[in-house]
């Protein structure tokens, strides 16, 4: 018998190994549909359309997150990155993705102290957190981790502008002085 496994490469050989309507191909199959968007195939080209593009239950859901995001940051710009609904604020500030089982948010602060215990109890990777669907919306805790990452991306701005500043102590560069004749060096256009 094959080996259970989450590489799609062994799951395509165990569904070819295995007769079809079995339930191995079955449980690899649900295990697809579980990790693919519900979306359609085709991109959406505006966050109304994203959000239109999946079940009427998943829609009420999806738009309860985006309400979220944009009452907690109504100056970020809202965008489709990566097929996804995407906001920028200083800086990429959060994505979000529905899917057939969750809701998923990016990047989600896992290993900050202030969220640490809340997003334990959720599953995701190191930078994203999973909302299943069975389950009340967190939108409280959207709503802080939307203000954390504004606040991050501000105080990163703000060190970039700071760096790139002339007057300040970091990262003014002189201005080159231009190359003459008199110098050895060839004239400048």
């Known amino acids: 018998m094959a080996r ?9 050989a165990l569904r070819q190994s295995t007769p079809h309507g079995s339930s191995a191909t079955r449980v690899a199959r649900k295990a697809d549909e579980a990790a693919r968007p519900v979306a359609t ?12 593009s999946f079940p009427p239950s998943v ?28 906001y920028r604020l200083d800086g990429t500030l959060i ?3 529905g899917f057939a089982q969750h809701i ?14 809340e997003l334990a109890a959720y599953a995701g990777g190191k930078g994203t957190v999973q909302f299943p669907h069975d389950e009340p919306l967190p939108l409280d805790l959207i709503r802080r981790i939307v203000k954390f990452r504004a606040a991050d991306n501000a105080a990163r701005s703000a060190k970039r502008t700071e760096a790139k500043s002339p007057s300040g102590k970091q990262g003014g560069r ?6 003459t004749r008199s110098q050895g060096g060839r004239p400048r256009a």
Not at 5 to 11: E, G, L, V, Y
Not at 41 to 52: H, K, L, N, R, T
Not at 60 to 74: D, F, M, Q, S
């Open 104 to 117: 998923g948010v990016y990047p989600a602060p896992r290993s900050e102290p202030a969220f640490r215990d």
């Open 4 to 12: 259970k496994t989450t590489d799609t490469r062994a799951r395509g």
């Open 174 to 179: 002189k201005p080159r002085a231009k190359a």
């Open 41 to 52: 195939a085709q991109p959406a080209g505006s966050v109304d359309a994203y959000i239109a």
């Open 59 to 86: 829609q009420a859901r999806l738009g309860k997150v985006r309400a979220t995001i944009r009452k907690a940051a109504p100056k970020a710009q809202e965008a489709i990155s990566y097929r996804i609904p995407a």
């Open 95 to 97: 994505y979000f993705a």
